[in-house]
């Protein structure tokens, strides 16, 4: 399964940080390639920022070279989704906040989302809405100061506190927690043992969701 798979924010080190999340699920034959977008924002927060990234989506598609199966949209807006497909309408197109509220749908029951900011706390709330699953969701957890770290580095600096947020909402009823934004890309793996719900990471889900969709044509 070849997927190309684009972080609508510009910061590398997010990149990074999806693409091993990526490699983390990939099976004998694939290939992942993820690419920042070409231009826009290093973290999208406001709806400007979206309309920013999703020209920058657009232009990292068109420059990439070679034969792909699907497109990953790693951005918790699912930055672009609209206009990727418009573009190319022979491909599938996922972006991580419907492939992870689509495994929410799966797993049943309530759920939280746990973030790693309040300033996109209010976006993802509106996100699972749009997505048809707000009668679910219990509340979107974050930390209550503003993000004081690079994005790229936020799934070391706030392991713990993610962890503490996560734990939370299952003692508040939550049968599952999906981790919102790009930056959380990993940690789903990192925190699975010490947390008896299940983590839903949105780039992993995403790629099991279109091998699914590759696989049953």
């Known amino acids: ?19 091993a999340a990526a490699q983390a699920v990939a099976q004998p034959g694939d290939r992942f390639t993820t690419v ?13 920022d979206a309309e920013a ?21 790693a951005s918790f807006g699912d930055t672009g989704a609209e206009e990727v ?5 022979r491909l ?22 746990v973030t790693f900011a309040p300033e996109v706390a209010g976006p993802l709330s509106e996100k699972a809405a749009e997505h048809g699953v ?19 580095d936020v799934a070391d600096a706030m392991l713990h506190v993610l962890l503490d947020l996560c734990r939370g909402c299952v ?11 790009g930056p959380l890309a990993g940690v789903a793996d990192r925190i699975a043992s010490a947390c008896p719900v299940r983590v839903v990471d949105g780039t992993q889900a995403a790629i099991g969701q279109l091998r ?3 696989v049953t044509g």
């Open 171 to 181: 003692s508040d009823g939550a049968r599952s927690v999906v981790l919102g934004g």
């Open 53 to 73: 990234a999703t020209a920058g989506v657009l232009q990292a598609i068109e420059r990439h070279d070679g034969p792909i199966d699907g497109i990953v949209l």
């Open 92 to 113: 599938p197109v996922l972006g991580i906040a419907e492939a992870a509220f689509g495994e929410v749908r799966r797993i049943g029951g309530p759920f939280a989302i």
């Open 134 to 152: 707000a009668d679910l969701l219990i509340r979107v957890a974050s930390p209550a100061v503003p993000l004081a770290h690079d994005p790229a």
């Open 212 to 214: 699914e969709r590759l």
């Open 36 to 48: 920042s977008a070409a231009s826009g924002p290093a973290l999208i927060v406001t709806e400007a």
């Open 85 to 89: 497909r418009m573009r190319h309408p």
């Open 1 to 19: 399964m070849r997927l190309l798979i684009v972080n609508p924010n510009t910061s590398a080190g997010v990149t990074a940080r999806i693409d």
